[in-house]
């Protein structure tokens, strides 16, 4: 399992959120593409309020924003003590009854 994107061949813009058209030009039928799940630290924080009573378990838990090489970012968990500018990787863990992208330094 990979970090799913999408990419228009109109344009060759780049987002990580799903969606049936391209958000820069408008055009249908986006590629679906796999990153290779590197990238650097933009931000980071750490969250130690959870926002449902159902995440109480993991707080604190630290989130971060990833540049990709492949032109997007993305919000996703990450391990503590990473900091902006580090190198990153990701691995998928458990997260409650999820799958999560989890990034860590390379």
């Known amino acids: ?18 969606r049936s058209f391209c958000p820069r030009c408008g055009a249908g039928a986006p590629a679906n593409v796999e990153a290779k799940g590197e990238g650097t630290i933009e ?22 924003l990833v540049a990709m090489p492949e032109g997007f970012r993305m919000m996703a968990h990450a391990e503590p003590g990473v900091a902006i500018g580090d190198k990153v990787t990701a691995e998928f863990v458990a997260f409650g009854e999820r799958s999560i992208p989890k990034f860590k330094k390379t």
């Open 43 to 64: 931000a980071v924080t750490t969250v130690t309020r959870a926002p449902s009573p159902e995440w109480k378990a993991y707080a604190p838990y630290t989130m971060v």
């Open 1 to 18: 399992m990979g970090i799913a994107y999408q990419r228009c061949g109109t344009c060759n813009s780049t987002w990580y959120f799903r």
